[in-house]
DNA sequence: ACAACCTTGACACAGGCATGGTAAGGTCTG
DNA sequence: CAGACCTTACCATGCCTGTGTCAAGGTTGT
């Protein structure tokens, strides 16, 4: 059968023109980012297309820095709705607290958020924790409030 | 000073609270995941919106079987648009090429589209609103992630 | 003042990643 | 058929991750 490979090369030949080396071909199939098919005797046949996903993911990782894991991650994340939400609403609590929310009134709002979370993760801890930085001072600052994080200007 | 911590937490009262070691926490904040306040004197001060990211993100390890390199590369995704756009169109090559379109036209095509996206990307800098990921102001698609996007635009 | 807390820094270690190499054995082609 | 190519499987290496622990030294509340 020579007729398969039409439009496709070999594993050393794909090396030699994405610039990876065979051996890492190979890896890279193991972990699931490019996926050859196969001739009939088992040989990997590398088509246009994976070529071309060879050649971009290698810019993703010489010129973004990635590497393989992450790249698998956001292949993963593609498939895989629930989690791709979880990981959004985790970022979504991350970076920016909105600017106009009050820091005190988000706060807030966060913490009673939060308390389900305290109560609920228990409080078999209470006494050995000593918590001895807690809010016992409710008095103004005339400055702002605890949190300088926020300018809230 | 006994007045600036108000409503927070130090870093083994945190520990207790979230499930993470202060080793691990102070690892975590190492790693840029989460980044508590400072009292004056250095003492992490953890306030709610912390301690509920450290409760989520240890929900993303455990139920999900992320490790901290994942969130943590989510969490550039969401700031660094470049990269989050190359990454796209890495994906959109990725499942479903249409079987029914010859691998060289997609090809073609997919070359053409990654050179729009260079382009795009190399005067990038000056734009305005770098779309975020929960940025669903007038969201026309439902649910649509950093990874998500590339349908074909 | 003293215990209990906090800080940074370091050593350690298991496991995973990214690579290369090598060996034993099929496949293809001149 | 022989040589060049492919396959899988294993061993090795260097670095990174996740985690603990220990040390020397500030901070804090009673």
Do not use: C
């Amino acid at each position: 059968m020579q007729a398969e490979n039409v439009d496709a090369l070999t594993i050393n030949e794909a090396a030699a023109t994405t610039g990876w080396s065979a051996r890492m071909l190979r890896y890279i199939e193991s972990i699931g980012l490019v996926e050859p098919r196969r001739s009939g005797s088992g040989y990997r046949l590398y088509g246009p297309e994976e070529l071309q996903r060879l050649s971009s993911l290698r810019e993703l990782l010489d010129e973004r820095g990635l590497d393989l894991g992450e790249v698998g991650f956001a292949l993963r994340l593609k498939r895989d709705a629930p989690t791709r939400e979880a990981i959004d609403s985790w970022l979504a609590a991350q970076p920016a607290r909105p600017e106009h929310v009050s820091a005190a009134d988000w706060l807030r709002f966060e913490q009673e958020k939060h308390q389900r979370l305290l109560a609920a993760a228990g409080e078999r801890s209470s006494g050995s924790a000593t918590p001895q930085l807690e809010d016992r001072s409710q008095g103004q600052s005339p400055t702002k409030s605890a949190i300088e994080t926020t300018e809230t200007a």
